[in-house]
Every structure is written in C-alpha cells, then in structure tokens.
C-alpha cells in the first residue's frame, strides 16, 4: 500500500505480522494521516529496505514504524539510515515471545535510536499514537484532533467510574 501524501511509513518483517501492525494503520487512519506500509526484512531483502528508506523520504515520510520479531533488526537498521523517527515495535514471533524483539529493540547502540514500544497489539496502536504527537509537533490542526481525542477518552473513562458506582450500588 502506498500513499503519494504519507508521513507514516509502516515497515513490518512478515507478512505474518499485518494482523499486528494493522492497529497501527487504523489509529494513522482514523486520524487522517497518509501511510504507506510495506513488508520488508533487514536480512532477507536488506537492500529494498534501504530504497523503502530512501524514497519514503522524498516522499514526504516524517516517522517510521517498523515491527519485527526474533532478532529484530529492522528497526535498527532503518534508523541506521535515516535521521527520521524510527519507532520500534517488537513482535511475539519466536519461541521467546517477544523478549528476543523487545531487547533487540530496546538496547540500539548509542547514536543510532529507535523508540522501542510495547510488544504487540498494544505496542503498534501506541506506536501510531506516538507518531502522530511527533507530527502534531508541526501540525496545529493535528495536534487539536490528539487533545480532543484525549478530550474523549477521559470522559469515557468518567462515564465508566459513574456506571460502575451504579452496579455496585445495586449489588449492595
């Protein structure tokens, strides 16, 4: 998938790994932010990486999200080559479940960051909401829609501790 007006891309080791990386691609959407995503290996297909990396720059990319399991060395090496955001997101995709990724991920060598996120799920939807704080930087009208999404999730959490004060009052 690729979108001429992307400032995400979206780099996952395995096509195995889309169920995952797809939580990503609905919060950018639901945002209205332009992605590309593509898959991608920094071992088996190095120098695709590299051009994905280049001509997502010249195409107006401003982060990168890059999931990966096992060794996970595709966010690293993109960071390598870019001085863009690189934000990591270690898959469960080995017999580790996800630690292997995470340390991978987490313990980059100095000069060369990556953003290490959760694992998971959880990991590619925070990644997404990341990047789009590190957009909002330099877009007001990006950075309105995150505050009145917060807006939104506070008060659902408000109408959640109501609701729950209710049942508990009738099971008393």
């Known amino acids: 998938m690729s979108d ?5 891309a979206i780099l996952m080791g395995s096509d195995s790994d889309l169920p995952v990386m ?16 593509h898959v ?3 071992h088996r297909s190095l120098e695709r990486t590299l051009q994905i990396v280049r001509d997502a720059e010249k195409h107006g990319v401003r982060v990168f999200i ?6 996970a060395h595709l966010a690293g090496v993109v960071a390598a080559h870019t001085t863009l955001p ?16 995470l340390l991978a991920t987490a313990q980059m060598p100095p000069g060369i960051a990556v953003g ?15 990047a789009l704080s590190i957009l909002a ?7 309105a829609h ?10 659902a959490v408000a109408a959640k501790s109501a609701a729950a004060a209710e049942k508990l009052s009738e099971l008393l």
């Open 4 to 8: 001429r007006t992307s400032r995400v």
């Open 22 to 37: 797809a939580e990503a691609a609905k919060v950018l959407r639901s945002a209205d932010v332009g992605f590309d995503l």
């Open 40 to 42: 991608t290996s920094a």
């Open 66 to 71: 890059a999931g990966a399991g096992g060794a």
């Open 86 to 101: 690189v934000l990591g997101v270690p898959l469960a995709s080995s017999d580790l479940k996800g630690l292997d990724a």
């Open 116 to 130: 290490s996120l959760g694992t998971g799920k959880w990991g590619a939807t925070n990644a997404a909401w990341l």
């Open 137 to 143: 930087l330099s877009d007001v009208a990006l950075a």
């Open 146 to 155: 995150l505050k009145k999404r917060r807006e939104e999730m506070a008060q």
